[in-house]
């Protein structure tokens, strides 16, 4: 096993369990444990804990904007597109290992020693929403609908947070 396997290998293990069970709570054996790679080398890809958080949340934020705007930009009507986040996040709120926003997790167990790609990528899901609104005020209320139905759908998940958010979308939309 080269470096590079090892690392997808580590970040896969990574993600399913800090998703999971929170970051706080598993520690660099059980993430060596479940991925398989032997603890000199995951300390030679991952010298801290803190540089595996971070790496699993670069890969978490590149996928998941990546998915997202995919969606939103299939429409050809800019309406269409914004609706098209809310119908994503339904998609989302369904899969079976939902349990809410990564980042807003991360920065809710770790708080000041969060990693700067909390903030980046809430900085980019704004620079999304601003791109299909052209409206950096209406970006704005939408970033509070998709945030707040996320937390909701943590709560109790399935779809209707945010169908409802759709709905107030569209009434933004309107208006």
Same mark, same amino acid.
């Given at each position: 096993?080269?470096?590079?396997?090892?690392?997808?290998r580590?970040?896969?293990?990574?993600?399913?369990?800090? =998703?999971?069970?929170?970051?706080?709570?598993?520690?660099?054996?059980? /993430?060596?444990?479940?991925?398989?790679?032997?603890?000199?080398?995951?300390?030679?890809?991952?010298?801290?804990?803190?540089?595996?958080?971070?790496a =699993?949340?670069?890969?978490?934020?590149?996928?998941?904007?990546?998915?997202?705007?995919?969606?939103?930009?299939?429409?050809?009507?800019?309406?269409?597109?914004v609706?098209?986040?809310?119908?994503?996040l339904?998609?989302?709120?369904?899969?079976?290992?939902?349990?809410?926003?990564?980042?807003?997790?991360a =920065?809710?167990?770790?708080?000041?020693?969060?990693?700067? /790609?909390?903030?980046?990528?809430?900085a980019?899901?704004?620079a999304?929403?601003?791109?299909?609104?052209?409206?950096?005020?209406?970006?704005?209320?939408?970033?509070?609908?998709?945030?707040?139905?996320?937390?909701?759908?943590?709560?109790?998940?399935?779809?209707?947070?945010?169908?409802?958010?759709?709905?107030?979308?569209?009434?933004?939309?309107?208006?």
């Amino acid at each position: 096993m080269d470096d590079e396997e090892a690392r997808t290998r580590l970040l896969d293990a990574a993600e399913e369990l800090f =998703y999971r069970h929170g970051i706080q709570a598993v520690g660099m054996d059980r /993430i060596r444990t479940a991925s398989g790679v032997p603890l000199k080398r995951l300390y030679r890809v991952f010298p801290a804990k803190e540089s595996l958080v971070t790496a =699993y949340l670069e890969r978490r934020d590149r996928r998941w904007l990546d998915s997202l705007r995919t969606a939103a930009l299939a429409p050809a009507q800019p309406r269409a597109r914004v609706l098209a986040v809310f119908d994503w996040l339904a998609d989302w709120f369904t899969e079976p290992d939902f349990r809410g926003c990564a980042f807003l997790n991360a =920065y809710g167990e770790l708080g000041a020693a969060a990693p700067e /790609i909390i903030r980046t990528h809430k900085a980019e899901l704004h620079a999304l929403l601003t791109d299909l609104t052209a409206d950096p005020a209406l970006a704005d209320r939408l970033l509070i609908l998709t945030e707040g139905a996320t937390a909701v759908a943590a709560l109790t998940p399935g779809p209707e947070p945010a169908h409802r958010a759709r709905e107030i979308a569209e009434l933004l939309l309107d208006v």
